[in-house]
């Protein structure tokens, strides 16, 4: 069946990649953390790279691969690693594939944890420039004869700054520098990463590919359009025979097998249950995100909104022209100043305060002294974080549910 619209191959494609034993619909979730073969030399030829399969589970099993096959699919690339969570993905790729005396470019505006990790980075001897993002033109001025990475995520989080894909993607190209984006906020049901010439994506599929806050997960996935013929810093063992493996061969071997934070197999499956929705959640998200944004742009208790859907958001005109069909289920509001953030949220009862999102539920959470916490007053100025900052991950309710519980929270708190 080749011409399924992308909707439909989401909700067939365990059935239709994997071909599962038995007639099921799912592949089944294989737990064996050893495989038996029928003598040793199958084993040895696995273990050299002559013959497909699997030696361990900490490596690879049929269930990471078969989730791998649909990720890979539904992103068009040329393959996929698995790992038991977002961060693991980035760290594993950032750590296989850079070695000390390496420069890389990095956006300024991250998640706080990718933050800290940078820090980490340069503790290992990589030099991180942090740029604005919003303009390529910051990137290219950063770039040196040791560049070896660019690095940002499609919107930014909490503030929702829209990065400059496409010219970063060009400048990219045109230099042979890796792209590496992380795509959590915009699965492909949003954007086409392809189409501005990332090289690897990296995606927490704890966000809104699995989407129900009950599975952690996260994916490498290798676009295809990088050269990897002009990556130095490829072990001699990992340039297999086809090229378009190198990177991700060197990722699945440093990056997997030797820091082994596989995904768990029952993960893998319920990853790829909440794959299967993904285009009908990520639709409704968008469609509330912006009536919520909207509402919330209008209210004499907010300050500011930040939305890539709403007209005046700086990198609006951007945003139309990458996202295909929203702007994501992120938005931030700074409060009026009369307002009492933590009381604000106490006082929301539909809402939940946590920090997720992705998530079918709505959530809510006071960005500086939670997740930004740990990055200091200093790092937040920079990313265009202040104090008063609420992160809201908008869900799929009914729009009414969730624009009532903020009624009655600003009618309570303002006097
Ligand atoms: N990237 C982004 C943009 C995120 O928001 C997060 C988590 O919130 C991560 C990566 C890390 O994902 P995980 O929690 O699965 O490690």
């Known amino acids: ?36 073969f029928e003598d040793v030399q199958g084993l040895v030829d696995v273990f050299q790279g002559k013959k497909a399969g699997h030696v361990y ?32 993905a980035i760290s594993a790729t950032f750590y296989s594939l850079l070695k000390a005396g390496d420069h ?7 998640f706080g944890n990718t933050r800290s990790f940078m820090s980490s980075l340069e503790n290992f001897g990589i030099e991180v420039t942090l740029v604005d993002v919003t303009e390529a033109r910051n990137v290219e001025d950063a770039i040196k004869a040791n560049t070896k990475m660019v690095f940002c995520e499609s919107i930014a989080n909490p503030v929702t700054q ?36 990332a090289s690897l994506l990296l995606t ?5 590919i699995g989407g129900h806050g009950n599975v952690l997960g996260g994916v490498v996935v290798d676009t295809g359009l990088y050269d990897w013929a002009g990556f130095s810093n490829i072990d001699d063992k990992y340039r297999v025979t086809d090229i378009s493996q190198w990177g991700l061969t060197q990722i699945k071997k440093r990056g997997l097998r030797d820091m082994g934070a596989t995904l768990a197999p029952q993960s893998a499956h319920q990853i790829s249950i909440g794959l299967e929705t993904l285009s009908m959640r990520m639709s409704r998200t968008c469609a509330n995100a912006m009536a919520l944004a909207k509402y919330l742009s209008t209210h004499k ?38 307002i009492d953030v933590h009381q604000f949220l106490n006082q929301l009862k539909l809402i939940i305060s946590a920090t997720h999102l992705g998530d079918t539920r709505t959530l809510a959470l006071p960005v500086a002294s939670t997740i930004f916490y740990e990055n200091g007053a ?21 729009i009414e549910d969730i624009l009532a519980d903020f009624d009655q929270a600003f009618e309570t708190l303002i006097k």
């Open 301 to 338: 208790g907010v300050d500011n909104v930040f939305y890539p859907g709403l007209l005046e958001h700086p990198q609006h005109e951007r945003a139309k022209a990458l996202f295909n069909r929203g702007y994501g289920g992120i938005l931030s509001v700074e409060l009026d100043a009369s």
């Open 204 to 208: 927490s599929l704890t966000k809104y």
């Open 378 to 398: 200093e790092q937040r100025k920079k990313m265009g974080i202040r104090d008063s900052l609420i992160r809201i991950s908008v869900g799929i309710e009914d």
């Open 162 to 197: 829209v990065s400059d894909l496409v010219g970063i993607g060009e400048l990219c190209q045109s230099k042979n520098i890796l792209f590496a984006l992380d795509n959590t906020m915009t699965p492909h049901t949003l954007l086409d990463a392809k189409k501005v010439n």
């Open 104 to 110: 890389i470019v990095v956006s300024q505006f991250l």
């Open 57 to 88: 589970s900490r490596s690879s099993s049929s269930s990471a691969v078969s989730l791998q096959n649909i990720l890979n699919d539904f992103d068009k690339g040329v393959g996929a690693v698995v790992f038991a969570t977002g961060m693991a």
């Open 1 to 36: 069946m080749k011409n399924l619209s992308p909707e439909t191959r989401l909700v067939h494609a365990d059935r239709l990649l994997n071909r599962p034993q038995s007639g099921g619909v799912h592949e089944a979730t294989n737990n064996s953390v050893l495989f038996e």
